[in-house]
């Protein structure tokens, strides 16, 4: 009897560390590179951007209880949708240039789909027009996703405000969806 309730715990104790070992997340560096897509503007008529694309990379360290904090860098373009300015119709494509901090939590468990809450917020710079240096502003991304095996899918939204020289874009609201390769 000794000796069986002395094997059961040994192997409750073997089982219960390899699942929790399974479900923690590698300590140290960690890497990202990501696109993304920018979609609809919420609560605004009038919206006059097309979808913004986006390459990101974001670095960082993570502290192995799913803990990931980091600073990231992308590149991004949209295109002004046609609108009447002055009875001249007005094209025009931009590229922005995001910089930023990177905070994510990865819930553990012991599968290879775990779902996780980030949050990314930082400066950009809004290149456009002749001289290329339009605009500078801020930005915020509240997101949610899953982590499958070395990829990440990522929904949330993205929350800016750009000025020009004298004018503001005013703060907007749009949806955001995002694909990783994680490393």
């Known amino acids: 009897m000794k000796r069986t309730l002395l094997a059961a715990s040994v192997l409750i104790g073997l089982l219960c560390s390899t699942l929790s070992a399974s479900a923690q ?18 609560f605004s008529s009038s919206d006059l951007q097309g979808p913004k694309y986006l390459l990101s990379t ?3 360290y993570s502290f192995g209880n799913g803990l990931f904090v980091g600073a990231g860098i992308g590149l991004g373009f949209y295109t002004d949708l046609p609108h009447n300015n002055e009875s001249v119709v007005v094209e025009e494509r931009r590229l922005i240039m995001p910089l930023y901090a990177d905070v994510k939590y990865t819930f553990r468990n012991a599968s290879s789909v775990k779902p996780f809450v980030e949050a990314r917020g930082g400066m950009f710079k809004d290149f456009a027009g002749e001289d290329f240096s339009y605009g500078l502003g801020w930005f915020a991304n509240p997101m949610v996703g899953i982590d499958i095996s070395k990829f990440s899918v990522m929904f949330g939204v993205d929350i800016n405000d750009c000025s020009y020289g004298n004018w503001s874009s005013g703060s907007g609201l749009r949806s955001y969806i995002g694909v990783a390769y994680n490393f």
């Open 58 to 60: 974001t670095h960082g």
């Open 25 to 42: 997340t590698p300590k140290g560096y960690s890497g990202r590179v990501e696109v993304g897509m920018t979609m609809v503007r919420f």
